[in-house]
C-alpha cells in the first residue's frame, strides 16, 4: 500500500524514490512487523489471561512442564496480525504471490484458531479430530497450489523442481505430480512447525532464521541479473516475497520477546500451523522446496521421531524414544529445556548456512 503513497509522493521530492526499492521495503516490513508484535504483546496476554484461554499441561509429559500451565496459549494471532498489517503496508499489492501467501497463510491459522477454540474454550480436550483437521489443511493447501498452477507465467521454471548444489540440474514435474510434491511441501511444513512448537521459542526462532534465509533466496530469484550470476532459475514477482518473509521474521522475534523462557505466552496452532504453512509456500515459490527440506532440519526430524515412535509402537509395542516429538526425549534425559533450545537453534544456524551455501555451491 506504500509503495503508491511514496509513488505519488516522489512528484513532490526525488527522496521517497528510496521507499521504492525492494531492500528498504523489507526493512520497513520487519520494524513494523516487530515494532506492533512487541507493542502489541502485552495488551494481548493480558487479553488472554484476562479470558483463561491457557495451555493445558498433559499428565503424561514431562514434570518440568507442570509449572507451565495456566500460561495464556494462542499468541499466534499476534504474530498473524503483525504479518498481515506489515505486508499490506509494504509489499506491492498487484504482486500474485503476495495474496497467494496470505490467503493460505491466514487460512491455516483459521484452521489452528478452530483447534485451539475447541480445546481451551469450547472445553473439548482434544480439539478438531485429526482427519478434520487434516481434510481442513488439505483443502487449504491445494487451493493455494492450484492458485500457483493455473497462474504461472513460466511454467518450464515454477512447474519443476530445482537440484540444489548441482549445476542446471531440473526435473520438470507434470500436472498431477507438481500439485501433489507441492501440497506435500505446504502440509508437511506446516504440521513439522506445529510438532516442534513444545518448548518455549523452540519452534519461533528456526521459523524466523529460515525465513529470513528464504527471503535472501526471493530477493535474487526474483532479480533476473542476481539469478543468472548465481545460476538458479529466474521468477518474475517472486522477489516480493522478501517483503513478506521480513514481515514474518520481525513478527517472529517481536513474539520472541515474550515466549522465550520461560514463556508468557506460547502461539498454539493457530500460530504454528500457518507459519510452517508460508515457510512451505514460500520455498515453493522460489523453487527451494530441497532447501526447506535441509534448513528446516530440526522441524524435519521432529516429525519424523514422531513418525518413527508411532510406527515402533504399533508394530512392535515399544517406543524407541522416551517420549515423541525428539525435544522431549531430551528432556527427560536430563537436559534442561534451555538447553534443548538454545542447541536446537544452533543447529538451525548450522543447516541455514548449508542451505545458503547452495546459492554458490552449484
Known sequence: MMIYVTDYLTTFHSGFNVFGYLTMRAILGALTALILSFSMGPYVINRLSRRRISQPIRDSGPESHFPKSGTPTMGGGLILFSILVSTLLWASLSNRFVWIVLGVTLAFGVVGFVDDY?????????????????????????????ALYFTA?????????????????????????????????????????????????????PAVLVCGALGIFSYVTGNLNFSGYLGIPYVAGAGEMLVFCAALAGAGLGFLWFNTYPAQVFMGDMGALALGAALGLVAVIVRQELVLFIMGGVFVVETISVIIQVASYKTMGRRIFRMAPLHHHFELKGWAEPKVIVRFWIITVVLVLIGLASLKIR
Do not use: W
Open 118 to 146: 475447541r480445546k481451551l474454550i469450547a472445553g473439548n480436550s482434544k480439539g478438531l479430530k485429526p482427519y478434520t483437521k487434516f481434510i481442513l489443511q488439505s483443502v487449504v493447501a491445494l487451493a493455494g497450489v492450484l
Open 153 to 205: 507465467e513460466n511454467p518450464a521454471v515454477e512447474h519443476a523442481l530445482l537440484i540444489p548444489y548441482i549445476p542446471n540440474m531440473m526435473i520438470p514435474l507434470s500436472g498431477a505430480v507438481y500439485v501433489l510434491f507441492t501440497y506435500l511441501v505446504i502440509v508437511g511444513s506446516s504440521n513439522g512447525v506445529n510438532l516442534t512448537d513444545g518448548l518455549d521459542g523452540l519452534a519461533i526462532m
